[in-house]
């Protein structure tokens, strides 16, 4: 084999799992974009995040929400996520942060996942996603849960804060969901 066929047939295959990493994402019903840092910091700060909260990201990416809750609050943190691979890369971030013992990261449908023991709920999804997660918010959160939802809004729903810079929307179970 040619050295210049050797390295077409990489590229093409590079590119290949590239695509279908990205389209991976579309098809479980979100893509992927990292939240900035600065706005994963005012998700939790909207949210009052303490110690004795449990905070479940929902489409948890690359970790950096569940990371960040339990490094700054000290809180326990899960985060639900379909895509293995982003799966792998938050275990490998977790290990490294050495945070293991305060968080979780669960490989799976967040429509599948039980997330009851959750205090706060954080979300970047869209918009579709959010409404279609309306029911099993309110079946399984407990009243007083609060619910962060970047960018999108939840439909018939009041937000107890709003951030209309960063576009961040604060929800309390039980207050104007019913």
Known sequence: MSTALFIFLVAISTLAIVLIWIFWSFALGAGWEPTSRRVVNKMLEMAEVNSDDVVYDLGSGDGRIVIEAA??????AVGIEADPIRVLW????????RLQNNVKIKWGNIFNENINEATVVTLFLWKNINQKLKPKLLNELKPGTRVVSYIWTFEGWE???????????????GESDR
């Not at 490094?71 to 326990?76: E, I, L, P």
């Not at 938050?90 to 942060?97: A, E, N, T, V």
């Open 90 to 97: 938050s275990l490998i971030m977790i290990r490294i942060s």
């Open 159 to 173: 937000p107890s804060k709003t951030d209309n810079y960063e576009n961040i929307y604060l929800y309390i179970i």
């Open 71 to 76: 490094k700054r609050y000290n809180s326990r």
